[in-house]
Antibody, heavy 122, light 108 residues
Framework: QVQLQESGPGLVKPSQTLSLTCTVS??????????WTWIRQPAGKGLEWIGR???????YYYPSLNSRVTMSVDTSKNQFSLKLSSVTAADTAVYYC??????????????WGQGTLVTVSS | EIVLTQSPGTLSLSPGEGVTLSCRAS???????LAWYQQKPGQAPRLLIY???NRATGIPDRFSGSGSGTDFTLTISRLEPEDFAVYYC?????????FGQGTRLEIK
């Protein structure tokens, strides 16, 4: 079965760029019908969309973070990545990657990675 | 964007009881594109229900979903100790997709 695993630094300094990678195992990232997504969750709070990418390179970034987000896909490594620039303490959260399963007009998320805590602090 | 309001915010129940969680949309979701997730402390969310009423693989049949339009529910017929968690709904029928704020189910 498909599994996802986030990796990247757990501590990032303010104003720097947060970089995370999600490695997909048990299936090909190039399989059709899927969107590869990033979601975050500040401590004690709800789920917040960051954005998604399709293997074709098509992206959608949610407006609240749009200007600071870049996503990419590396099919040779079966990975997709997130970069979030100019981070502040407000970006401290657990970051999840997830597979979006497309269903006519949108997608639900299954499975999810275990999540990785990123703290923004000097 | 569609705002999802989950109620109640927190529910205190005992194992063996049944419960229905509500997810109300600010406008009609044109298709039954609503999902439910369960999140236990320190864990990632897990898909329970998609398409409003379809159980995900491996999800026990004590979980069921229903609804259409603006009103959706998740029912757990008999609570097991492992069911005490936070539950989120997500609509994906209208872009951008949105999550509800969550309902916390705690042991009484």
């Amino acid at each position: 079965q498909v599994q996802l695993q986030e990796s990247g630094p757990g501590l990032v300094k303010p104003s720097q760029t947060l970089s995370l990678t999600c490695t997909v195992s048990g299936g090909s990232i190039s399989s059709g019908g899927y969107y590869w997504t990033w979601i975050r969750q500040p401590a004690g709070k709800g789920l917040e969309w960051i954005g998604r990418i399709h293997v074709s390179g098509s992206t959608y970034y949610y407006p609240s973070l749009n200007s600071r987000v870049t996503m990419s896909v590396d099919t040779s490594k079966n990975q997709f990545s997130l970069k979030l620039s100019s981070v502040t303490a407000a970006d401290t959260a657990v970051y999840y990657c997830a597979r979006g399963v497309y269903e006519s007009s949108g997608y639900y998320l299954d499975p999810w990675g275990q999540g990785t805590l990123v703290t923004v602090s000097s | 964007e569609i705002v999802l309001t989950q109620s109640p915010g927190t529910l205190s129940l005992s194992p063996g009881e049944g419960v229905t969680l509500s997810c109300r949309a600010s406008q009609s979701i044109s298709t039954t594109h609503l999902a439910w997730y369960q999140q236990k402390p320190g864990q990632a969310p897990r898909l329970l229900i998609y398409g409003a009423s379809n159980r995900a693989t491996g999800i026990p049949d004590r979980f069921s979903g229903s609804g259409s339009g603006t009103d959706f529910t998740l029912t757990i017929s008999r609570l097991e100790p492992e069911d005490f968690a936070v539950y989120y709904c997500q609509q994906y029928g209208s872009a951008p997709s949105t999550f509800g704020q969550g309902t916390r189910l705690e042991i009484k």
